[in-house]
């Protein structure tokens, strides 16, 4: 009797853990099916300028971009999702640590790039996290914590609460930074700057001119070799950036050419370092 109430006891225990991590992930048979029917995704892909396919697949052979670029995301797999689910508690604990429940209650999802997609950065589509497979490759070879990784993860969640909430970040954003201007679709960029723009998916096609000592630049991402330069455009030259960004106090590491990445690099390192300034908190009580 006793050894039925105990086997009793730990089938319901058995059946509440895996109902805690269902959330975590979704099962789909293919990445077809969960990035056709996203307007996130097909707008991204639409608004790629043919000349950046190759730097954003590698070996790119003129075939049809949409769908290689789907063939070059998949799905975690086993051991992939079993490194993930390792890494969400610890993020979940310093979010909610930090009060951001509005993260917290965001659900992870996750599809992994191959083949060197993107340069094998991670980013978001949708709501989803995508990870090189390489990344977790050597994470899953490590085993220990990695606190980059966390870091990332904190990040990338970040972009997908901007996408929930794009206008409120947007007004903030026009609060917060002095030097943005105008905000214009991305499908407004002069051709001779779109033709060498690394976009990001994370920016959700909003563009923002800069305004630098009285004058307007296109801030862009552009790739050098196997790395990547934030760049001023306007039709009188161009400006680094990256050295603007350090005149006006911010840290080397921010990624520069637009609000969202500049709110989610700065918010990362506030979360990490438990200490959100107070505007940056009102924000997410907002939402």
């Known amino acids: 009797m006793i050894f039925l109430v105990i086997l009793i006891a730990l089938f319901a225990w058995f059946v509440l853990f895996m109902k805690s991590k269902i959330h975590l992930f979704e099962t789909f048979t293919d990445v077809n099916s969960i ?30 971009f949409f769908k290689t670029y789907i063939s070059f995301l998949r799905l975690p797999t086993h051991n992939e999702n079993a490194l993930l689910n390792k890494y969400i508690p610890i993020c979940a604990k310093i979010l909610k640590a930090n009060g951001l429940n ?43 914590n990695n606190a980059n990784f966390v870091t990332t993860l904190i990040h990338e969640k970040i972009h997908i609460l901007q996408r929930i909430n794009q206008g409120k970040f947007n007004t903030f954003y026009r609060q917060q ?10 499908n407004r960029v002069p051709l001779q700057y779109k033709k060498q723009y690394m ?18 630049y296109y801030p862009i991402l ?55 300034k107070k505007q940056y908190l009102k924000l997410f009580n907002s939402l």
């Not at 993107?118 to 949708?126: A, I, K, R």
């Not at 976009?199 to 307007?216: A, C, E, R």
């Not at 196997?226 to 990624?255: C, E, M, P, T, W």
């Open 199 to 216: 976009t990001n998916p994370d920016s959700n096609q909003d563009f923002w001119l800069y305004k630098i000592n009285g004058v307007y």
């Open 222 to 276: 552009i790739k050098k070799g196997a790395y990547v330069k934030s760049i001023g455009f306007n039709k009188s030259g161009k400006i680094d950036l990256g050295k603007f960004k350090q005149k006006l106090g911010y840290s080397r590491h921010i990624s520069f050419y637009h609000p969202n990445e500049i709110f989610a690099c700065e918010v990362t390192d506030m979360i990490i370092e438990k200490n959100i």
């Open 102 to 144: 509005k993260l917290t209650n965001i659900p992870w999802k996750f599809l992994v790039s191959k083949k060197g997609l993107e340069m094998n950065m991670p980013y978001t589509l949708s709501n989803y996290i995508i990870i090189n497979e390489l990344t977790l490759i050597n994470l899953i070879r490590d085993k220990g």
């Open 35 to 64: 990035l056709s029917n996203s307007r996130h995704f097909n707008n991204y892909i639409a608004n790629i300028h043919p000349a950046m396919y190759r730097s954003k697949i590698a070996n790119y052979n003129n075939t049809n």
């Open 177 to 186: 930074y002095s030097f943005i201007g105008p905000k214009i679709h991305i």
